[in-house]
């Protein structure tokens, strides 16, 4: 639906290219050994000039800024203001390196916007190496207007793999649950917005709660659970098509969905049997195994990036706290010690580290264990977090957080350099929930 | 042995003359002890004769005869025990005799044991003197070798003096050269003295023959004569100059020559000294520079650091541990004008802050020190923490 093409490099640099020829071959002394261990940790300086538009047609979408706003969400990136751009080229043969090297920027976005017979525009971007007076990348693509913020975050991925080496999780979407309360009733909404939480559209409306939706691998469908009938039952809903399952709809609760990484499993919390405790559910065939026994409550699994453990909160040891159990049952194993209440954990995509609710003295902020030291590091200074979820990339932690106006959505870096929170939503916002990548 | 026997014979008769008596004396005495005792008148007093009984004058008769008998059979007793204790006298005297014997006896064996022991002890004392003898002659023999080593102590004491002796007269025959060098000398000296001396008593015996040539001779005569006078005279004088002359330039030739080796001698030492200063102020020059050159190396390393430390930005969030080594190029003024990643951490952000921070620190500072200017430079960058 949209296309990518990707910009050849401007010959612009042949000259530069000739010097650097000219000093390959040039005989030099003993090389001097210089150590550098100093350094300034922090986020990369980047210039990102407003697309030059054409005049009478402007963009319903400001491209270079919602470019600029991911990459200073991420952490990563220090984008420069734009009121501190020496100039504004908007075509590679128009850019004066050293307006930007005198700043100190080592890159540089350009691009310009074009509004097409049909009406889609065309949008072209480049990236530059300030220093080096090289394009790293450049791209042209056309979308229609519905589409330019979807093709400006894509362009922040690009840029973003281009200056990291690491895949961007800003085309990428966030479902979360929004409460809106017209006097003495409640009507809930299941909602899926852009990773910054604009464009957010409705997949589910209801008298009812809706709680904990959770992905599909493949990002094509979301599980959840809904109270329509007065009673939890867990659904599956085709985010395309909008048509839905249900899931599990056991006696007593039926909870916390969470799909296994290949997609044919959901594990989940049931008290069918009593007591609330983990199983895992194979969706072709509906069968239930059940994962964990005894009289404490076991609950909100998460599936280990490989599939073969989950983690759950159980308040076995006396206080909610993470366990983590095989996928094929047996012993669990505590992983959280510090505090009274950990609970809600997700893996990060790598397996390393664990996203958590960590409750300290009434507060319950986001935190992040990482698996190997044990170390649990608290990210957020606000005092009611919840759900928290890792970006599909794992720069980010997405979380409900309240604030004055209820709930809202928020971001972290994985750092905990960058907090901000993503676009304001309407009504109280709860259970967020980061899509996976999308698939190609 | 004769005499004793008289003298035993008279105190035998002596003895028993005053026995009797004694007996005769206690006849008379024992008429008054018969008598009862009566009270004494005065003495006035008419004696009175008594009259007697018969049977006791008888009775004491009888008694005076016992008495007798006693007396008598005492008096032999007593011969006899004389005659006993004469022959114990003899008895004592044979002893006497006897002992005496043995004490001869004795001293004979003394005198022979004593002869013996005097004998031995000569012998002895013999002996001693053969061993005294002896050690004499050892000690002799010793004092013979000490004498001997003395006598080489003093050969070579005297080899030694003989050794001084020859320093001594080396010492003397650089005296002597010394001092031939001083007659020398001296000896010219005199010569010119003696020149000198010869000139004037040349010219006193000139003078005298003069005048007596004056006194004698006509003035033509001493015309020619003070020819001949001046002749000889300037000859001579001509002579001594020379000789003179010869002396000087002898002299002022030795003299010359010992200034030139001296001056030599001097420049040489002189030039070695300076050759030497030399050396030292240009090793000195040499430390002093290469100590400038390493702080100005690391001077301006310090400032290569410092900026690229100051426009390194380091990426949030990147693992601990990462190396990332760069080859730099730049021109003279520092331009960089090539950064090459020769051995990358991995990590594309790190790698890429570590690019952007050599070129940020484009133009790099520049050595005080021209000849300090690397073409390349290579850059590690690792953080510390």
Redesign the interface.
Known sequence: MIEKLKLRRAPLLIAGAALLAVSWSATSNAALTIKITQGIEGAQPIAVVPFGLQPGSPPPQDIAQIISNDLARSGRFSPLPASDLPSRPSDASTVNFSDFRILGTPNLVIGKVNRLADGRFKVEFRLFDVFRGVQVTGYELEARPDELRRIAHQMSDIIYEALTGERGAFDTRVAYVTELRAGETSSYALNVADSDGYDPRVVLESKAPIVSPAWSPDGTQLAYVSFEGERPRIFAQNLATGTRQVIAAFPGLNGAPAWSPDGRQIAMTLSKDGNAEIYIMDIESRRLRRLTTGAAIDTEPAWAPDGKSLVFTSDRGGTPQIYQISATGGAAKRLTFEGKYNSRATFSPDGKSLALVHGDKGTFRTAVLDLENKALRVLTKTTLDESPSFAPNGSMILYATSDAGGGALAGVSTDGRVRQELAAQQGDVREPAWSPFRQP | MKPRELIDRFTATTLAIIVHVVALGLIVLSLDYSTPGTPHRSQAEPMKAVVVDESQVAEELEQIKKREEKKRKEEEKRARSLERDADKARQQRREEEKRLNELQRRLAEEKRQHDLSARKQREEAAKALAEVKQQRARELEELKKLKRAESDMEQRRLADEAALAVLAAQNQALAEEKRKIEEARQHADAERKRVEEQARRATAAREAEEKRLAAVAAAAAAKAAEETRKRAEAEKKRQAEEQRKKAEAAKRKVEEERKRAEAEQRRKQEEAALREQLAVEQAQLDAQSARLRDTLLAEY?GQ??AT??R????????AKGLKCTV?V?Q?PGGEV??VVITKGSG???FD??????V??S?PLPQPKDPSLF???????????D
């Not at chain 2, 426009?311 to 990147?318: M, Q």
């Not at chain 2, 690397?374 to 510390?384: A, G, K, Q, V």
Request: hydrophobic share 40%; proline share 5%; glycine share 2%.
């Open positions: 390393i290569i650091q690229v430390n426009n390194w930005i380091r990426p949030t969030g990147a080859k190029t021109i004008v090539r990590n594309v952000a890429r802050s570590v690019e952007n921070a070129l940020r484009s690397t073409r390349d430079l290579i850059f590690e960058f690792e953080p510390e």
